[in-house]
């Protein structure tokens, strides 16, 4: 494994102090309990991690002493409040495109947009953010092109900020989930429940509801598995607009070798994947009857 | 339900959603725009600034504010803290008073007066007298910054005398200027633990100076919140040269530097910061509606060796002086500063002609090797290397073959990496260029493995022949030499001896002079590293604002500008005032090689520089990719429909 935060903060003591590198290593041996035999010092981290609350990952080499969890949790807020928009703004577009693409099938609008959604999905984020960037913001100057918030940091100068990126993002996902949606929806209307619903003379709004929600499974699915897919994505857009959430913390950590930092995000971005999942399973059954976790 | 109904629904449902979406983004965007306009219909007027700042290594958050801290952050707390000494460059002296008044040597070199302004103050009110200079010091001596003196005395409220047991002539310019070393308040930081201040507290806390910051800066520190930007800095009413014009600086850090040439471009800032190569401000020249002003050089550029120990052939100057003939300096050179190469080209020598005669050196100083590749053949094979089918080997047979690290997160290091590599070859050397943490870079030439060749930019490669300090021992430190019993001789020791010869004797005295040579021969014969090029400090500047009138004083220069010059590394310092707000004004201060110039000169130029070409414009170009992406989808669409169409 590259880097050694011991022989770097050495180092960095060193040259400062003007003392011996050897000295200066001793002291941050001392510092850092280096001295202690290995399997001590890995049971410690362990039960630092995982009996501690919030979990203790020790300080970030970076910004030492803080912990690297506070690093971490600081950025966490910007990357909820980016990706959390934009999935529900994704989910719901992807919802109601898909429905309008299926109850449009094989229509000229319907054939058209397959490609295209395709061609949409496929596109990378950061190129289409780099495109946003200097067309709204450096040519047509309407959008701030970096950062989360200027000088006033109101609600609408946030928004304003997270215009970019979120559009980024649910242009390059809603697509995804409206082909999604489209076959699941196709399928739903053409099955034997919904005729037979219709003959019951279920209300417009309830029957419409129906295909909402039948259409709904398979995207719960999609985006408990691609939760993780997701955080990655956010990372290269949160970098291109210099976005202050986890994207942009990974990559400062991946530089500069700052371990507990990346041991931190990835043990959040583990749990949100888990979590999510989860969420998911538990979601079925309200969403599908057929599907229940209780034995008979 | 008809499906008819359930699809005008659906158009229903998608139309009202759009138009939420729409409003959602309207919003913002609206506010956004009338934001913009009051900007530029104030933009003469308003009292504060945006700043960016591009940190590689700490993209959300600053580490730290304290001065003595390993990992504080250097271009904030500048702007907090002024320091006592800084450096300059010539024709100015070498070392310029700024928060001190002046100093003294004792003839004997034992003892140092440091005066300090009258009448200072804190950014509190309280008065900056010479109990923190004291404290300050008896703080260097206790974190290793300094020598040990013998005693540190208050003379008077403005006066400390600080003596060592052995002479330390140059202890102001070496220990003070040389690393830009503050005055801390004695009221906050007397209350701290040393092991806290200096960040070797065995149970891990560190003084980070986060809150409540009293300063003698041009500014403090109005608003941080660890993890949001910007921060936000207040003029000090109590600055010692009057509060800045300027109420409020806004500071955005960037983690990249493509999103912080984004920021610049699309107007978010004010000043655009880099230092490094001409190729690292390339991307914001050719706005006409911006000034370029290049300032005091940064790093030197080099290639380093791993001489450690057995690390053969790097042990022998000879292949060493043979790599150095076969470096196209000029090309790299060319490359990197394009059209400012001529002042940027490759010397560690920042002496004044003058005072390189006074040395007996000739006045461009004694570097320099000229690109010349059978010269370095002839080398190589004149002890005992072999070339035969454009290859190099070893006496034994063993062909030559080097590892080339150079640091990732450095824009210019791959493209040196290449070219050395290009260069490398024709003499026969199989050259493998590896990017490394820039971290890793640092710690791997503190030792004697895992490395072989590196490229590198130091500060301290440049202050050959002028004093010792750090960049001597670490160029020098790990070659040895030849003894004449036969043993080998490391630098290591000799630096130690030659760092001694420097502070004990006074300076241009002839035992400084002789071991300033000494130094500068070693140089020569040794080779102990290949100098490249030297970068420079850069600011693009937005024309759109205000920057001040020369006539009457009101902007941001000269004096004034020392909000700039402790934030920009003392950059803006010399820069002449800049006319507002038209015409386009490109302000070039440039510091030519002293073997062609022995002064600096500073030109204006009523339009853009003619040295810095314009970049071809890019809307164009993404306008036609944007219309060539559209036209792949027309024609996807076209020819997905016209498939589905026969398939039914």
Known sequence: MPGNFAEIYASQLASLHHISY???????????????????QFLTYLHEVLFSFPPNFGPS???YPIP???IVFLALRWTLLLLGTAIVISLALGLFIGIFLATHKNKSIDRAAQPTFYFLNSIPQFWLGILFIIIFAIDLHILPATQAQSISANPPDILAHMVLPLAVIVLTTAPGYALIVRGAAVDTLGSDFLYATKAQGLRRRRLFLRILRNSLLPIVTNIALSMGYLIGGVITVELVFAYPGLGSLI???????????????????????????????????ILDPRVSYVSS | MELATLRKRGIVAAIVTIFVLSIFAAVPLALTRANAQTTTSTSSGRDYINIGDLEYSSSIAVSSFNWFSPIEDYDLTELLYVGLFTIAFPPEPLVVPVLAQGYSVSANGTQSVINLRPDLKWSDGSPLNSTDLWYTMWLLNQTDHIPPPSSITILNSTAVQVTFPTPEYQFVQTQLASFDVVVVPYEIFGKLPVSEIDCTSTNLTCYSNFNDIVADGPYTLS?????ETPIALTANPYYFEGPPHLKNVYVYLYPSEESYVAAYKSDQLDAFWSYGAYIDIAPVVGFIDHTLIQSIPALTYAVLFNAFGKNYPFT??????????????????????????????????????TDNEELGLPPSGPIGYTYNVT?????????????????????????????????????VSPDVAQLLATDWTQIGIKVTPKAEADSTIQSLTL?????????AGDTGLNVFGVTSGPGIATALSPYGYPASNGSTVYYNDTVGTWENDMDVYPQFSSQFNSTAVEIANAYVTQVPFIPLFNSFNWQSVSNDFYWGSPSNYTGIFNTQSTAQQQFYWDTLYQVAPLAAPTPPVTTTTTFPTYSTATTPTTTSVQTTSSAAPAASPAIPAIYLYVAVAAVIIVIAGVAATMIFRRRQ
Do not use: C
Request: glycine share 6%; hydrophobic share 40%.
């Open chain 2, 223 to 227: 608003n941080y919140t660890i993890g």
């Open chain 1, 68 to 70: 690297a969890w506070t």
């Open chain 1, 251 to 285: 990559q400062s950590a991946v530089v500069t070798e700052d371990y507990p930092i990346m041991l931190a995000i990835f043990y959040i971005t583990t749990l949100i994947v888990l979590l999510s999942n989860l969420a998911a399973d538990l979601i079925y059954p």
């Open chain 2, 316 to 353: 022998d100057p000879s292949f060493r002086l043979a790599l150095a003939y076969a470096t196209n300096i000029t090309q790299i050179n060319s490359l990197e500063n394009g059209p400012y190469a001529n002042t940027s080209s490759s010397t560690e020598d920042s002496l004044i002609p």
């Open chain 2, 447 to 455: 030792g004697d493995t895992g490395w072989q060749v590196i490229i």
């Open chain 1, 22 to 40: 050897r000295i200066a290593y001793e002291r941050v041996a001392t510092l850092l309990g280096l001295g202690q035999p290995l399997y001590v």
């Open chain 1, 61 to 63: 080499f970076e910004f």
């Open chain 2, 375 to 411: 010269e370095a053949e002839n080398i190589l094979t004149s002890n005992g290397f072999k070339l035969s089918g454009g290859k190099l080997y070893f006496s034994n047979g063993t062909a030559v073959s080097l590892q080339l690290a150079y640091e990732s997160a450095n824009p």
